[in-house]
C-alpha cells in the first residue's frame, strides 16, 4: 500500500500469522506482521509524465484508490499487488519523465546506501533488489520500522544524488513509496523473480544476470564490468 516518507525518524520465514502485526498510520493505513518479508518500490520525482497522472489507469490513481479499498479485509488487500504491478509495467513501456538513476553515480550511491542498511546498520535482511533508470525494487525482512527505513535510505540517497546532480531545495524521489507484506513463500519466490527480471522484461539487458544494479547480478558475483551490461556507463 502506499506510504508516506516524508516525515522524520538467523533467517525468518517469510510465511508468517496475519494476525500478529504491528499497525502504523500516515495518509493510508499500514498493517506490517512481525517476521514478514516486505516488497517495496519507490521512483524519482517527476518521473511519471503528467499525463499518467491525469489517467484513471495510472500507477499514481491506482495508488490514490488504495485508500477506499477495504483494506481490513485481506482478499481485497492482496487484489492491490497484481494492479501495481501491472501498473509498473505499463509506466516503464512508457517511457518519459527523469531517469536520473541512469547515471552510474547515482546508481552506486542506492545500491551502497542498500547494502549499508543491512550490513552495517541492521535495518533489514535483503532477499532481492534491482535499481532501474527511475525506481527502484526491493525485498527484504525488517528489523527496524519500515518507516524508519525508508526516511533513512530515501534520505541518504537524496542528499547525495543532488549533491552529484548540482540541485538544491528540490525532491529527489517521490514522497510516496508502496509496499506489500508478503504472504507466502510462493509469494516470495514469485516476488524475487519480478523484481529480478524487471530489466530484462524492459528490453534493458538480454539476461537478468547482466544487469548491474541488481541482487541478480550480485549473486552471480559479477564484478567484473566486462561481463555486466554497458547501459549504465560512468558519467
Same mark, same amino acid.
Given at each position: 500500500?502506499?506510504r508516506?516518507?516524508?516525515?522524520g525518524?538467523?533467517?525468518?520465514?517469510?510465511?508468517v500469522?496475519?494476525?500478529?502485526?504491528?499497525?502504523?498510520?500516515?495518509?493510508?493505513p499500514?498493517?506490517?506482521?512481525?517476521?514478514?518479508? #516486505?516488497? /517495496?518500490? &519507490? @521512483?524519482?520525482?517527476?518521473?511519471l509524465p503528467?499525463?499518467?497522472?491525469?489517467?484513471? !489507469?495510472?500507477?499514481?490513481?491506482?495508488?490514490s484508490?488504495?485508500?477506499d479499498?477495504?483494506?481490513?479485509n +485481506?482478499?481485497n488487500?492482496?487484489?492491490v499487488?497484481?494492479?501495481? %504491478?501491472?501498473?509498473d509495467?505499463?509506466l516503464?513501456?512508457?517511457?518519459?519523465?527523469? +531517469? &536520473?538513476?541512469?547515471?552510474?553515480?547515482?546508481?552506486?550511491v542506492? #545500491?551502497?546506501?542498500? =547494502?549499508?542498511?543491512?550490513? #552495517?546498520?541492521?535495518?533489514?535482511?535483503?532477499h532481492?533488489? #534491482?535499481v532501474?533508470?527511475?525506481?527502484?525494487?526491493?525485498?527484504?525482512?525488517?528489523?527496524a520500522?519500515?518507516?524508519t527505513i525508508? @526516511?533513512?535510505?530515501?534520505? @541518504?540517497?537524496?542528499? /547525495?544524488?543532488n549533491?552529484i546532480?548540482?540541485?538544491?531545495?528540490?525532491?529527489f524521489w517521490?514522497?510516496?513509496?508502496?509496499?506489500?507484506?508478503i504472504?507466502?513463500?510462493?509469494?516470495?519466490e514469485y =516476488?524475487?523473480?519480478?523484481?529480478?527480471?524487471?530489466?530484462?522484461k524492459?528490453?534493458?539487458?538480454?539476461? @537478468?544476470?547482466? &544487469?548491474r544494479?541488481s541482487?541478480a !547480478? &550480485?549473486a552471480?558475483g %559479477?564484478?567484473?564490468?566486462?561481463?555486466r551490461?554497458s /547501459?549504465l556507463p560512468?558519467?
Amino acid at each position: 500500500m502506499p506510504r508516506d516518507d516524508t516525515d522524520g525518524g538467523g533467517q525468518q520465514e517469510a510465511i508468517v500469522s496475519p494476525t500478529i502485526m504491528a499497525f502504523t498510520r500516515r495518509h493510508l493505513p499500514h498493517w506490517i506482521p512481525e517476521n514478514a518479508a #516486505v516488497f /517495496v518500490t &519507490w @521512483r524519482l520525482a517527476g518521473s511519471l509524465p503528467r499525463s499518467e497522472w491525469d489517467r484513471p !489507469s495510472s500507477f499514481a490513481a491506482c495508488q490514490s484508490s488504495l485508500k477506499d479499498a477495504g483494506l481490513t479485509n +485481506d482478499t481485497n488487500r492482496s487484489s492491490v499487488l497484481p494492479r501495481l %504491478l501491472e501498473q509498473d509495467e505499463q509506466l516503464d513501456d512508457a517511457g518519459g519523465g527523469k +531517469d &536520473w538513476l541512469q547515471d552510474s553515480r547515482i546508481a552506486s550511491v542506492v #545500491v551502497n546506501a542498500l =547494502l549499508y542498511g543491512e550490513t #552495517v546498520r541492521h535495518f533489514y535482511q535483503l532477499h532481492a533488489w #534491482v535499481v532501474m533508470p527511475n525506481h527502484v525494487h526491493a525485498i527484504f525482512q525488517p528489523s527496524a520500522e519500515l518507516s524508519t527505513i525508508m @526516511r533513512w535510505v530515501k534520505g @541518504r540517497t537524496s542528499r /547525495v544524488a543532488n549533491q552529484i546532480l548540482g540541485r538544491t531545495g528540490t525532491p529527489f524521489w517521490q514522497n510516496e513509496s508502496f509496499d506489500h507484506w508478503i504472504r507466502s513463500a510462493e509469494e516470495l519466490e514469485y =516476488l524475487t523473480r519480478y523484481v529480478e527480471n524487471n530489466p530484462l522484461k524492459a528490453g534493458l539487458v538480454e539476461a @537478468r544476470e547482466k &544487469w548491474r544494479w541488481s541482487s541478480a !547480478s &550480485w549473486a552471480q558475483g %559479477l564484478t567484473d564490468d566486462t561481463n555486466r551490461s554497458s /547501459v549504465l556507463p560512468p558519467r
